[in-house]
């Protein structure tokens, strides 16, 4: 069965400390993997897509990396501003292009 | 770009009427528009597939003839829940897939919060 898996639940970081969140999956066949912030009451923001093994991706305090069975999103000093719930998605290489979501990372970063 | 809007963000109506809810892509052509169901503190679960001009596609579990959606255009996809009870309470999102190239990132609306009395 395909699966994503997102450690920790909840992350608690003063600012600037710096910390990973990681994201595992079991499937089929991956087409993608995405990683989205979402706020509370708000719907999901885009960040990033990683297609294959080796990709990196960088925007702000933010890296996404992939690995054939896990994607890491590494938060370098995080600001209170970064606080939010992370949500990483596959989409299998078969069929629709339906997500399956991780359960996410909530993130908390104290001033 | 990529701009998805919902419409509307907060409904609070009674019990046994419906609610229609409006995702509409504004700045680009959404081929496949996807609708998902949020509790709180939880991850999003997809409720439909729809592909503009045929049937939605619906997960298994999901009411078919409680959730009606319908894909008329390339830029409009709703969602209509008829009969609602305090059940369906609950945040509704869409979100968009554009065609073409190699991205495949679905873009989201703000969601709509759902209180059924």
């Known amino acids: 069965e395909d699966q994503v898996t997102q450690s920790p639940e909840a992350l608690r970081l003063q600012e600037g400390e710096s910390s990973s969140l990681n994201c595992s999956y079991t499937?089929?066949?991956?087409?993608?993997l995405f990683w989205y912030r979402q706020d509370p009451g708000k719907g999901p923001e885009f960040l990033f897509t990683?297609?294959?093994a080796g990709e990196e991706k960088e925007k702000e305090r933010l890296k996404a990396t992939l690995t054939k069975k896990e994607s890491f999103l590494h938060i370098t000093a995080p600001k209170p501003e970064d606080s939010a719930t992370y949500l990483c998605a596959v989409q299998l290489t078969s069929g629709t292009y339906k997500y399956i979501f991780g359960t996410g990372t909530r993130l908390k970063v104290l001033a | 770009g990529a701009v998805v809007s919902q419409h509307p963000s907060r409904v609070i109506c009674k019990s046994g009427t419906s609610v229609k809810i409006e995702c509409r892509s504004l700045d680009f052509q959404a081929t496949t528009m996807f609708w998902y169901r949020q509790f709180p503190k939880k991850s999003l679960m997809l409720m439909a597939t729809?592909?503009?001009?045929?049937?939605?596609?619906?997960e298994q579990g999901v009411e078919k003839d409680k959730f009606l959606i319908n894909h008329a255009s390339l830029t409009l996809s709703t969602l209509t829940v008829t009969s609602a009870h305090p059940e369906d309470s609950s945040f509704y999102i869409c979100?968009?897939?554009?065609?073409?190239?190699?991205?495949?990132?679905?873009?989201f609306g703000p969601g709509t919060r759902l209180t059924v009395l």
């Open positions: 729809s592909n503009e001009g045929s049937k939605a596609t619906y």
């Open positions: 499937v089929s066949g991956l087409r993608g």
């Open positions: 979100s968009a897939r554009g065609e073409g190239g190699p991205y495949n990132e679905q873009f």
């Open positions: 990683l297609y294959s």
